[in-house]
Nanobody, 115 residues
Framework: QVQLVESGGGLVRAGGSLRLSCAAS????????MAWYRQVPGKQRELVAD???????AYAQAVKGRFTIFRDNVKNTIYLEMNSLKPEDTAVYYC?????????WGQGTLVTVSL
């Protein structure tokens, strides 16, 4: 079992920045990939960004150029640097880890972007 704990969410004005963190209880270098998802009430959870164990990243079109996912294998932590935030980025952000097909989720952290 792997525990994922997100932090860093909060309230920010449009145009501002936040950095989310996801600390894993196990070695993230063993994970095939790790990712950030987000969910708005009443809507499906959507992929925001992911990073493979080779460091290859991919982003949803809506966040390209504004968000950056990166990892620290020593700290077993991944991050999501979010810049130029927009009100439509408001959501609960979840960390996800894929360990050979076994998926683990964090509890989520709320990001609210005000006008």
């Amino acid at each position: 079992q792997v525990q994922l704990v997100e932090s860093g969410g909060g309230l920010v004005r449009a145009g501002g920045s936040l950095r989310l963190s996801c600390a894993a209880s196990g070695s993230i270098s063993s994970a095939n990939a790790m990712a950030w998802y987000r969910q708005v009430p009443g809507k499906q959870r959507e992929l925001v960004a992911d990073i493979t164990n080779y460091g290859v990243t991919a982003y949803a079109q809506a966040v390209k150029g504004r968000f950056t996912i990166f990892r620290d294998n020593v700290k077993n932590t991944i991050y999501l640097e979010m810049n130029s935030l927009k009100p439509e980025d408001t959501a609960v952000y979840y960390c996800n880890a894929d360990y050979r097909g076994y998926l683990y989720w964090g509890q989520g952290t709320l990001v609210t972007v005000s006008l």
